[in-house]
């Protein structure tokens, strides 16, 4: 059995110094003054000096007076902290010789060797880490796609003025209208670009007493100010809209932004963060509900309007499961007979307080609540029951139903509409759909197949208020409808104003064209109608013929057809 024989002490001391030689991170000696005594290769490089030059120069190479100000604080730091058992440690920035700037973290130890003093201090280059956690922290505090600061981050400033303020802080909250119509229309990379271009655009302003620009998401950003008077921020507010009322170029094309902003400001408006917060959000929800574009400041008078809304909103919910909303029928008629050869359903809401309501009193909360698709398919089992009252009566007269994106854009529409055919026997010819202009702006994917989809069923198709959009024209060509609703806005002065007489003609001229039938819609007058029939009109409605009425008197109104009024 071989004899242990145990390590020289200077065998050891060479080991040693040839593992500190080689060790990777940077190690450094220094006398009781903080003199350099010794270094290692790590250290030579990392610092950009080599030993020769570093022996016997103080920590930080220069003389204190030579020294930066983060420079002299570190060397205190390190020099005044170490702990009971002669310890310390802490991460920093160091500059090396090459103006390179390395986060370290530093051990540092003192030792005592036959009554000498010695510190061994050891650095590592940290500096991958540190730019892992700054790209962490930046996707944690900003926008990936602008780079603004995110809503935390817009909080917590927002927060830390209040607490500090001697002024007036001013919280603007900003939405870009029709944000899911341009991105359904030019594409989420293109809408992408056109908000950097937006925030490129705002950044140029310059805006005075700005303290935070953020980007919330998507179409939506929050403006923090602070003013002594906030009224000041007035001529900011009109700088970002008249910067916005400028075209933006994409792709050669010229694309205009609306804006609509909400202000709320301290102290008016509240101390609190969540309150004025709140405030700047109601104001900016009332600007986009009266149809954007425009700044509204808050007001206690919006309050109340939001405390009805939701009360709106629950009476709606109700009314659905009640049953309340009930169909109207209008006739549409042969204008050479009068023969009625259907009806067009409108809705009306038997409130049990307020009596009959008309849709403008509930149609825009109905379609801020999101509640279409549960009106719509109410009113279309009851359209369906009626049509199977006056098919067993013998009359074939068809109805229309409106409807729009919400109710095209839902999944279930098409199984919804096929269910409704089997469920009450009626055939598909029976129910016209009537297709608002803004459903085929919001341009969803959905729109097309769905109308195409429920075409094969047997279905016709409606295109309601013809004229009056932009983009009517190339509807014609892209959806399959059976016919044109001109919009009683070109009805209303026919007889009196030849353009307007020369723009029915061409509607009913375009009409024949593309083998569709038109429908003249808000006829008031025997001369209206006359000169429709003239023209080459086969159908319209109006208050001429009758007004919507329910059910029953439909009933009789079809009994009773053709209308006792002189026609020829």
Same mark, same amino acid.
């Given at each position: 059995?071989?004899?242990?024989?145990?390590?020289?002490?200077?065998?050891?001391?060479?080991?040693?110094?040839?593992?500190?030689?080689?060790?990777?991170?940077?190690?450094?000696?220094?006398?009781?003054?903080?003199?350099?005594?010794?270094?290692?290769?790590?250290?030579?490089?990392?610092?950009?000096?080599?030993?020769?030059?570093?022996?016997?120069?103080?920590?930080?190479?220069?003389?204190?007076?030579?020294?930066?100000?983060?420079?002299?604080?570190?060397?205190?730091?390190?020099?005044?902290?170490? #702990?009971?058992?002669?310890?310390? *440690?802490? @991460?920093? %920035?160091?500059?090396? =010789?090459?103006?390179?700037?390395?986060?370290? $973290? !530093?051990?540092?130890?003192?030792?005592?060797?036959?009554?000498?003093?010695?510190?061994?201090?050891?650095?590592?280059?940290?500096?991958?880490?540190?730019?892992?956690?700054?790209?962490?922290?930046?996707?944690?505090?900003?926008?990936?796609?602008?780079?603004?600061?995110?809503?935390?981050?817009?909080?917590?400033?927002?927060?830390?003025?209040?607490?500090?303020?001697?002024?007036?802080?001013?919280?603007?909250?900003?939405?870009?209208?029709?944000?899911?119509?341009?991105?359904?229309?030019?594409?989420?990379?293109?809408?992408?670009?056109?908000?950097?271009?937006?925030?490129?655009?705002?950044?140029?302003?310059?805006?005075?007493?700005?303290?935070?620009?953020?980007?919330?998401?998507?179409? #939506?950003?929050?403006?923090?100010? *602070?003013? @002594?008077? %906030?009224?000041?921020? =007035?001529?900011?507010?009109?700088?970002?809209? $008249? !910067?916005?009322?400028?075209?933006?170029?994409?792709?050669?094309?010229?694309?205009?932004?609306?804006?609509?902003?909400?202000?709320?400001?301290?102290?008016?408006?509240?101390?609190?963060?969540?309150?004025?917060?709140?405030?700047?959000?109601?104001?900016?929800?009332?600007?986009?509900?009266?149809?954007?574009?425009?700044?509204?400041?808050?007001?206690?008078?919006?309050?109340?309007?939001?405390?009805?809304?939701?009360?709106?909103?629950?009476?709606?919910?109700?009314?659905?499961?009640?049953?309340?909303?009930?169909?109207?029928?209008?006739?549409?008629?042969?204008?050479?007979?009068?023969?009625?050869?259907?009806?067009?359903?409108?809705?009306?809401?038997?409130?049990?307080?307020?009596?009959?309501?008309?849709?403008?009193?509930?149609?825009?909360?109905?379609?801020?609540?999101?509640?279409?698709?549960?009106?719509?398919?109410?009113?279309?089992?009851?359209?369906?029951?009626?049509?199977?009252?006056?098919?067993?009566?013998?009359?074939?007269?068809?109805?229309?139903?409106?409807?729009?994106?919400?109710?095209?854009?839902?999944?279930?529409?098409?199984?919804?509409?096929?269910?409704?055919?089997?469920?009450?026997?009626?055939?598909?010819?029976?129910?016209?759909?009537?297709?608002?202009?803004?459903?085929?702006?919001?341009?969803?994917?959905?729109?097309?197949?769905?109308?195409?989809?429920?075409?094969?069923?047997?279905?016709?198709?409606?295109?309601?208020?013809?004229?009056?959009?932009?983009?009517?024209?190339?509807?014609?060509?892209?959806?399959?409808?059976?016919?044109?609703?001109?919009?009683?806005?070109?009805?209303?002065?026919?007889?009196?104003?030849?353009?307007?007489?020369?723009?029915?003609?061409?509607?009913?001229?375009?009409?024949?064209?593309?083998?569709?039938?038109?429908?003249?819609?808000?006829?008031?007058?025997?001369?209206?109608?006359?000169?429709?029939?003239?023209?080459?009109?086969?159908?319209?409605?109006?208050?001429?013929?009758?007004?919507?009425?329910?059910?029953?008197?439909?009933?009789?109104?079809?009994?009773?057809?053709?209308?006792?009024?002189?026609?020829?």
């Amino acid at each position: 059995m071989s004899t242990f024989v145990p390590i020289s002490s200077p065998i050891k001391q060479r080991i040693l110094s040839e593992l500190c030689e080689r060790f990777e991170d940077a190690v450094f000696i220094l006398d009781a003054k903080l003199r350099y005594m010794s270094v290692n290769a790590a250290y030579e490089v990392m610092i950009g000096y080599k030993e020769p030059y570093l022996i016997g120069r103080p920590l930080g190479i220069y003389a204190a007076e030579f020294l930066s100000e983060q420079e002299q604080t570190i060397i205190n730091d390190i020099s005044n902290r170490l #702990d009971e058992n002669g310890f310390y *440690e802490n @991460s920093f %920035a160091l500059t090396n =010789r090459y103006s390179q700037i390395i986060n370290c $973290h !530093i051990s540092y130890r003192r030792i005592s060797i036959d009554e000498g003093v010695y510190y061994v201090g050891m650095l590592r280059d940290i500096s991958s880490i540190v730019k892992g956690r700054q790209q962490v922290a930046h996707l944690l505090n900003y926008n990936q796609l602008t780079g603004l600061p995110n809503r935390k981050v817009f909080l917590s400033q927002t927060n830390d003025v209040l607490m500090d303020t001697f002024q007036e802080v001013v919280i603007i909250r900003a939405n870009i209208d029709r944000y899911r119509i341009l991105v359904n229309n030019l594409g989420q990379d293109n809408v992408d670009t056109l908000i950097k271009k937006f925030v490129t655009r705002i950044n140029s302003l310059e805006l005075k007493q700005l303290l935070c620009f953020s980007h919330f998401g998507g179409d #939506d950003f929050g403006l923090l100010f *602070e003013f @002594s008077d %906030a009224n000041m921020v =007035r001529h900011e507010l009109d700088s970002f809209m $008249h !910067i916005c009322e400028q075209p933006f170029v994409l792709n050669n094309t010229s694309i205009y932004l609306q804006i609509s902003v909400g202000v709320s400001f301290y102290p008016k408006d509240g101390h609190q963060l969540s309150s004025l917060l709140n405030k700047a959000e109601k104001a900016l929800h009332y600007a986009k509900k009266h149809g954007g574009d425009d700044i509204c400041w808050y007001n206690d008078a919006l309050e109340q309007e939001s405390v009805d809304s939701l009360q709106l909103e629950a009476e709606l919910r109700n009314a659905i499961s009640a049953k309340q909303f009930v169909p109207y029928y209008q006739p549409k008629v042969a204008l050479d007979t009068g023969m009625i050869t259907g009806f067009e359903a409108l809705v009306r809401w038997h409130h049990p307080m307020r009596g009959l309501l008309q849709p403008k009193d509930f149609i825009d909360a109905i379609i801020n609540h999101k509640l279409s698709f549960d009106l719509f398919c109410q009113m279309a089992c009851q359209i369906a029951e009626q049509l199977v009252i006056w098919q067993e009566m013998g009359f074939t007269q068809h109805v229309c139903i409106n409807a729009d994106a919400a109710e095209f854009s839902n999944p279930e529409f098409f199984g919804f509409i096929s269910r409704l055919f089997y469920k009450h026997s009626i055939h598909p010819s029976q129910l016209h759909i009537e297709v608002t202009e803004s459903s085929l702006m919001m341009r969803h994917a959905s729109v097309e197949q769905q109308l195409n989809a429920i075409k094969k069923l047997g279905i016709c198709l409606s295109l309601d208020d013809f004229g009056t959009g932009y983009a009517s024209l190339s509807y014609l060509q892209e959806y399959p409808f059976d016919f044109i609703k001109i919009d009683k806005s070109f009805i209303d002065k026919i007889v009196d104003n030849r353009t307007q007489s020369a723009i029915v003609k061409a509607i009913l001229d375009l009409a024949v064209a593309l083998d569709m039938s038109a429908i003249a819609e808000g006829i008031e007058t025997k001369e209206q109608r006359d000169l429709l029939l003239e023209m080459g009109c086969d159908y319209g409605q109006g208050y001429w013929f009758e007004r919507p009425v329910p059910a029953d008197i439909a009933t009789q109104m079809l009994i009773n057809s053709p209308f006792s009024k002189e026609f020829l």
